[in-house]
């Protein structure tokens, strides 16, 4: 039903009736990509039928989910359909032209000019392609990415791969490129004796299996049906890609003080690079690819086909809650929040993760302490939940409640449905540093005191500190500042469609200021969470991978020789101009 209506609209699109934004040059040369349908270079129809003769699936013509309300004197599509979905993960990550954040499906031309395809029809803005691929392969197997990789190569083509389009620097979308689109790849198995490919026989993981488009919750069900646990990411509605953009980058959990994050969990890659070799990449089989896609980043090193993670054994838990909707003064939100700071690194320790969102006028907390009874559990929270009921005269919500399993706390509370303030559906960009334990301990009164003067709403995210930092640094590719860090911090700007070019340049510049406070106390060390970050990071090689860059860049040399993959602020992008369209002469 809806792919009938993808291609219908795919349709009206080549006829013209969503306006389509002409390339700006025809960029056949080969320093620059083959970008725009329009471009004398691009592939022929022929050339794209025998594509379409290579692959599982019809070739893909992404759209704006948004482009069914249009026109809107007498919708092309079920608009109903799209306002009723439009915060709703799940729903978006299934359509191959929705981002997450629908500012990725946009884009500004430097004249300022915005082509995008905004829900609200009464804007008057005519509906466009924007940043939205418009063509792409819906790959279900390694062969039809091997058949797209090909193509992509043979015609100078942009690539960019997606699967959810969660990412928060859209590197899942770009202007007049070739998608190949992993969400149907949605193969799951368990092993309890898995071996990974060339290891020896004895050495055994009771491992999920997961394909390129598998979403987290259907890996939680996977591994609750298995009566395992599986450490991976906590959005609304378990959205996120599983074996995508998440792992690449780091991927971090609430179990991650308990287990590690994501990069420490996977034990085996497939993934097919540029070369076309569907390789498998694990300690045993291409070991420095292995390295490198734990932490190196989505979209640079190949398409991922799948990947295997290690599983833990079912435990109970007990979520910590603590609410202060109202802080009174600003002394007390001082004193709260540089309490909570100073602990945090001790719960950590004790394999307790979790998410405090910390406002000058709020604060809330919700975590997780696993491998523990509930009367150890109280017992550990009680010096804070006291020094809380005190400071705020008993007006503070303060519990704990235990739960039999963590995908029963999972279903119940942390997959919940967004109402658009969380990325899900929301023009968004971010501001992210990791703060050093070191910092914490040293100086948490300014830790406190600087995040409350941004006087934003912000995400503590106590997601490091305890497994995460007895991880070699050197053992991944990850961002070796990971292993020092109490905790990840993030914040952004958001606004609503319409928002004039200048006023969003004006938010932009506010998330820029976010990004040099939140440096000025962290320092170069503090490194940040490349999945979580800022589009602007004046120094990302460093910020991102720290000493890791340049053993990153030469394994992406060795694997990705033709540079076919690359994205924002990613391992190699630097040779690029800031589009992404032309090597840097
Ligand atoms: C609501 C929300 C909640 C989040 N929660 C968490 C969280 O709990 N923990 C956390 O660590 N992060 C979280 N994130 C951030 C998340 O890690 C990033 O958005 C990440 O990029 C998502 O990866 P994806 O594959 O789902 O998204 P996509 O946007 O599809 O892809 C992201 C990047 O990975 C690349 N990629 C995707 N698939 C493949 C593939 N098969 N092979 C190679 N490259 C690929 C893309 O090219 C792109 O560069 C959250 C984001 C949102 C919006
Ligand atoms: C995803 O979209 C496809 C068609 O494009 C549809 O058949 C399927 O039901 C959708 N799945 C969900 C979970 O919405
Ligand atoms: C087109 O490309 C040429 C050569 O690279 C460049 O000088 C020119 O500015 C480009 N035009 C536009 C509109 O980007
Ligand atoms: C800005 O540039 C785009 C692309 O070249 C063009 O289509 C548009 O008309 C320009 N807008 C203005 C206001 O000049
Ligand atoms: C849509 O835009 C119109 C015109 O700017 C505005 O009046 C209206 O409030 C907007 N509707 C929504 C739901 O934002
Ligand atoms: C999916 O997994 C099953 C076994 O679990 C296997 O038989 C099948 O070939 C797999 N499909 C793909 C597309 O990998
Ligand atoms: C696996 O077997 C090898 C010898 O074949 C032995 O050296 C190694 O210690 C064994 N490992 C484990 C975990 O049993
Ligand atoms: C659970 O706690 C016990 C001690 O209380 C410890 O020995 C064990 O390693 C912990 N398990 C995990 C998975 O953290
Ligand atoms: C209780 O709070 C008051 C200020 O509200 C403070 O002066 C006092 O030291 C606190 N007592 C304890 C035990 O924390
Ligand atoms: C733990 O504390 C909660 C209140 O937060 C209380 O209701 C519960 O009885 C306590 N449980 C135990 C085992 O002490
Ligand atoms: C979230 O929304 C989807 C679709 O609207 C619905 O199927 C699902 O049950 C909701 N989940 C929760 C936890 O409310
Ligand atoms: C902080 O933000 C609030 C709005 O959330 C605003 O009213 C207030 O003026 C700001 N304070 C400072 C010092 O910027
Ligand atoms: C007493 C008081 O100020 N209550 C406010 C606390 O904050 C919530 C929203 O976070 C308001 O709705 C209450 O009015």
Not at 41 to 58: G, I
Not at 80 to 102: C, H, Y
Not at 224 to 251: C, E, F, K, L, Y
Not at 335 to 347: D, T
């Amino acid at each position: 039903m809806v792919s009938k209506l993808a291609n219908f609209l795919a349709q009206v699109f080549l006829l013209g009736f969503i306006s389509s934004v002409r390339g700006v040059n025809d960029t056949s040369s080969s320093r620059c990509r083959c970008l725009y349908p329009d471009s004398s270079c691009w592939p022929s129809d022929a050339d794209f039928a025998s594509l379409a003769s290579q692959v599982s699936q019809p070739l893909i013509y992404p759209v704006p989910p948004e482009s069914a309300c249009y026109p809107a004197s007498n919708p092309s599509g079920n608009c109903a359909e799209v306002i009723a979905n439009i915060f709703d993960g799940n729903w978006r990550s299934n359509q191959s032209g929705s981002m997450q954040s629908p500012n990725f499906e946009t884009f500004i031309f430097p004249n300022g000019s915005i082509s995008a395809c905004f829900l609200n029809t009464s804007l008057g803005v005519p509906c466009q392609q924007g940043n939205v691929p418009p063509v792409g392969v819906d790959a279900r197997t390694a062969e039809d990415i091997q058949a797209a990789v090909a193509f992509a190569e043979k015609w100078n083509l942009r690539v960019v791969v997606k699967s959810t389009g969660h990412d928060y620097l859209g590197r899942s979308s770009g202007r007049g490129s070739f998608m190949i689109w992993t969400h149907n790849m949605k193969n799951i198995s368990y092993s309890a004796s898995f071996i990974p490919e060339g290891g020896p026989s004895n050495v055994t993981f009771n491992a999920l299996t997961l394909a390129a488009g598998v979403q987290w919750h259907e890996a939680y069900d996977a591994a609750q049906s298995n009566n395992r646990i599986v450490v991976g990411g906590i959005a609304p509605g378990g959205s996120v890609g599983a074996a995508g953009g998440w792992i690449q980058g780091g991927g971090h959990s609430i179990l991650s003080p308990q287990f590690g994050l994501g990069v420490d969990n996977a034990i085996q890659f497939t993934v097919v690079t540029s070369s076309g070799s569907h390789l498998t990449a694990n300690a045993y089989s291409h070991p420095d690819l292995f390295w490198a896609l734990r932490g190196g980043g989505g979209g640079t090193y190949g398409v991922l086909t799948s990947v295997t993670y290690n599983t833990h054994p079912q435990e109970s838990v007990i979520l910590i809650a603590v609410e202060i909707a109202n802080f009174t003064t600003p002394t007390q939100a001082q004193s709260i929040v540089s309490e909570f700071i100073r602990l945090s690194p001790s719960l950590s320790d004790l394999g307790w993760g979790g998410y405090a969102f910390i406002s000058p006028q709020s604060f809330l907390f919700a975590g997780l302490a696993p491998n523990t009874s509930w009367a150890d559990a109280n017992a550990t929270v009680k010096p804070f939940f006291d020094f809380v009921a005190n400071a705020t005269s008993g007006s503070a919500i303060l519990d704990t409640i235990p739960f039999d399993t963590f995908y029963s706390v999972y279903t119940s509370l942390l997959s919940t449905n967004a109402s658009g303030t969380d990325g899900i559906g929301s023009n968004n960009e971010l501001a992210s540093r990791l703060i050093p334990r070191d910092l914490v301990e040293k100086d948490y009164d300014r830790v406190s005191e600087t995040l409350l003067s941004l006087n934003s709403s912000l995400l503590y995210h106590l997601v490091a500190g305890g497994a995460v930092s007895k991880v070699d640094p050197d053992s991944t590719g990850l961002n070796p500042a990971w292993r020092k860090a109490a905790a990840h911090v993030a914040l952004g700007v958001s606004w609503p469609e319409g928002t004039s070019v200048s006023d969003i340049r004006l938010l932009e510049d506010i998330a820029k200021g976010y990004v040099g406070i939140l440096e000025g106390l962290v320092g170069p060390d503090g490194g940040a969470y490349f999945n979580e970050a800022s589009l602007y990071e004046p120094n990302f090689q460093e910020t991102f991978f720290g000493d890791h860059y340049s053993k990153l860049q030469a394994i992406k040399d060795q694997y990705d020789p033709a540079g076919l993959f690359v994205v924002v602020e990613g391992v190699g992008s630097e040779r690029w101009d800031d589009a992404l369209e032309c090597l840097k002469a």
